[in-house]
């Protein structure tokens, strides 16, 4: 079974054509199964010439089984090419920061929306199939956590915080850590 077939996603083409890509448009996206309301999320989205911010903020709710509903919000950044004949072309820059990767569909694995490749890695690995955010949640995790940190060493030391880290990421030292997070986006 081709597990992004059944996911639910963002296409690029689908914002095009929908006149989302003129500037900035405040929308919501709702997808069906056979008429049956299955889901919806809203979208900003900011491609106007204010500098070269320019990205797609995510706003929506996910839960696992008979959890509570989780908000999510997070942006995915935007970036433009010139097209052959005029004009530009719109992509979408993987949400997940050590991946990053330019693709023009997100596909919703777990509780994120990410790039294609990402997407596989909640259905990759055995070993994280049973738990509850999966291997790129972790990640995601792990990324936003970082952000937060602001003192990553004490007298030539790791902080607590920054220990936590690592063992967000996979591993005991830096080395570990990138090591892992690289094998589970596949930069080697
Ligand atoms: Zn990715």
């Excluded at 706003?59 to 004009?87: I, Q």
């Excluded at 997407?119 to 995790?141: H, K, T, V």
């Amino acid at each position: 079974m081709d597990t992004t077939d059944a996911a639910r996603r963002i296409e690029m083409t689908f914002l095009r054509k929908s006149g989302y890509l003129c500037g900035w448009a405040w929308k919501t996206i709702r997808w069906n199964c056979r008429g049956e309301p299955t889901g919806q999320i809203t979208v900003k989205i900011a491609t106007g010439s204010d500098g070269d911010n320019y990205y797609m903020e995510l706003d929506y709710k996910t839960r696992s089984g008979d959890e509570e509903w989780r908000p999510m919000d997070y942006r995915v950044r935007l970036e433009s090419t010139p097209c052959r004949y005029g004009g530009k072309r719109w992509w979408f820059r993987c949400p997940v920061v050590r991946c990053n990767r330019r693709n023009s569909i997100l596909y919703q694995s777990g509780d994120y929306f990410v790039c294609r490749k990402c997407a596989r890695l909640s259905y990759a690995s055995q070993e994280y199939r049973s738990r509850r955010i999966g291997l790129l949640g972790r990640i995601m995790d792990a990324e936003k956590f970082e952000m937060t940190l602001k003192r990553w060493y004490y007298r030539g030391k790791p902080t607590r915080k920054h220990r936590k880290l690592l063992r967000m990421y996979g591993g005991k030292s830096p080395m570990e850590a990138v090591n892992a997070v690289a094998a589970a986006l596949g930069m080697f």
